[in-house]
Antibody
Framework: EVQLVESGGGLVKPGGSLRLSCAAS????????MNWVRQAPGKGLEWVSS????????HYADSVKGRFTISRDNAKNSLYLQMNSLRAEDTAVYYC????????????????????WGQGTLVTVSS | SSELTQDPAVSVALGQTVRITCQGD??????ASWYQQKPGQAPVLVMY???NRPSGIPDRFSGSSSGNTASLTITGAQAEDEADYYC????????????FGGGTKLTVL
């Protein structure tokens, strides 16, 4: 069974740091790009960051650039998100998700989707 | 703010057909993917590509795309389809940043 399990969430004070982990199983982790997506309480989904299979390509949302660092350890089938200088607005459930992508040569469109998602881990930034 | 635009709420009578739409410039280059999220649960992929349903998703779910608009259609909506639905794409300007629509809350009456 393809599965993603996040951990590492918790309560942290503004300005503090936290490291999230995502353990992958049931698929060849090293072959897939991975993403972090978050959801503030009562709000919609927000894409946070992505990392390619070999860590060669990394992207961040403007809201976290310079404060968050995504990384992975393919030998351990694990994805990480180091979060520094945390703010109240970073309070959210953080999900990791496997990225799938390909290109439809008949239509010229690209396909990009997330499947599966982990169950999420809650990060609360509060004094 | 989202570069993908969704109606905040849509309602449908039980057994009827409902279309949930998503608009954005990136949809001229990327097919949208769609996620269903029920309260307290993680999002679940229900549609991707031109009209691709993951295994286990009922065939009452279908997808389409035209220009800058993507649609998720539920034909014969069931009570269990009541949920939040999010579209997703990738910025097509070359930044490779992901983006989600603001979400549509579907109510089945």
């Amino acid at each position: 069974e393809v599965q993603l399990v996040e951990s590492g969430g918790g309560l942290v004070k503004p300005g503090g740091s936290l490291r999230l982990s995502c353990a992958a199983s049931g698929f060849t982790f090293s072959s897939y790009s991975m993403n972090w997506v978050r959801q503030a309480p009562g709000k919609g989904l927000e894409w946070v960051s992505s990392i390619s299979s070999s860590s060669s390509y990394i992207h961040y949302a403007d809201s976290v650039k310079g404060r968050f660092t995504i990384s992975r350890d393919n030998a351990k089938n694990s994805l990480y998100l180091q979060m520094n200088s945390l703010r109240a607005e970073d309070t959210a459930v953080y999900y990791c998700a496997r990225e799938c992508t390909d290109y439809d040569i008949l239509t010229g469109y690209s396909r990009w989707w997330f499947d599966p998602w982990g169950q999420g881990t809650l990060v609360t930034v509060s004094s | 703010s989202s570069e993908l635009t969704q109606d905040p709420a849509v309602s449908v009578a039980l057994g009827q057909t409902v279309r949930i739409t998503c608009q954005g410039d990136s949809l001229r280059s990327y097919y949208a993917s769609w996620y269903q999220q029920k309260p307290g649960q993680a999002p679940v992929l229900v549609m991707y590509g031109k009209n691709n349903r993951p295994s286990g998703i009922p065939d009452r779910f279908s997808g389409s795309s035209s220009g800058n608009t993507a649609s998720l259609t539920i034909t014969g909506a069931q009570a269990e389809d009541e949920a939040d639905y999010y579209c997703n794409s990738r910025d097509s300007s070359g930044s490779h940043l992901g983006e989600f629509g603001g979400g549509t809350k579907l109510t089945v009456l």
